[in-house]
């Protein structure tokens, strides 16, 4: 069965410096997604690709963060400059039309 | 703010019995509606999906929506203590973007 894919599985990074968390959506998808997770709290919607840009992004997506498609199957997501508040679990998901798919995620703690 | 509200929990219901957990929306735009399930640890995991008034069944689930209440539940028939996990209703708001509830914790007690 197709699954999205993430790496790393884990990342330690110091503050201030920048992260590429990586994502291979399912192949035949069109719509790709990136979520936060915050420990002990609700899934949050990061951002929203489609058609090799943008949607929709949430009032978390800053200037911070920014997403690429940089090849026909990788999904990236870049924090420039780490704060201590970016430490969460990173989600990717796909989907073609209504049903996400998750991936595992990337726990980010930032020191 | 569009808002997606669900009862923390945690919901402890005894092996066997039926679990009922509920999710409404503020939306009342909103066309589609997503359960999942999410274990400690783990990435949210779809249990199905419901676009119409009424109920959907799929195996031990049914999910069941309102939409002039703004109201959407699941009901797990035959609860196994593997079903204890966080359960997570999500609804699509416009094309691309899904708004998720903080979840409920279901324990099954065996």
């Known amino acids: 069965e197709p699954e999205v894919t993430q790496t790393p599985s884990h990342q330690v990074t110091q503050m201030g410096q920048e992260v590429i968390l990586r994502c291979v959506p399912i192949s035949n998808h069109l719509y790709f997604y990136w979520y936060r997770q915050i420990l002990g709290q609700k899934v949050e919607f990061l951002v929203s690709f489609y058609n090799n840009e943008i949607s929709e992004k949430s009032e978390i997506f800053d200037d911070q963060f920014s997403v690429e498609r940089p090849d026909g199957s990788n999904f990236t997501l870049k924090i420039r400059s780490t704060k201590l508040e970016d430490s969460a679990m990173y989600f990717c998901a796909s989907s073609n039309q209504e049903t996400q798919y998750f991936g595992p995620g990337t726990r980010l703690l930032v020191l | 703010q569009k808002e997606v509200e669900q009862n923390s929990g945690p919901l402890s219901v005894p092996e066997g019995a039926i679990a009922s957990l509920n999710c409404t929306y503020s939306?009342?735009?909103?066309?589609?509606f997503f359960w999942y399930r999410q274990y400690s640890g783990k990435s949210p995991e779809l249990i199905m999906f419901i676009y119409s008034n009424g109920d959907k069944e799929d195996g031990r689930f049914t999910a069941q929506l309102n939409k002039a209440s703004q109201y959407v539940s699941l009901l797990i028939r035959d609860s196994q203590p593997s079903d204890s996990a966080t359960y997570l209703c999500?609804?699509?708001?416009?094309?691309?973007?899904?708004?998720f509830g903080t979840g409920t914790r279901l324990k099954v007690l065996a």
């Open positions: 939306d009342r735009g909103s066309q589609s």
């Open positions: 999500a609804v699509k708001s416009g094309t691309y973007k899904y708004i």
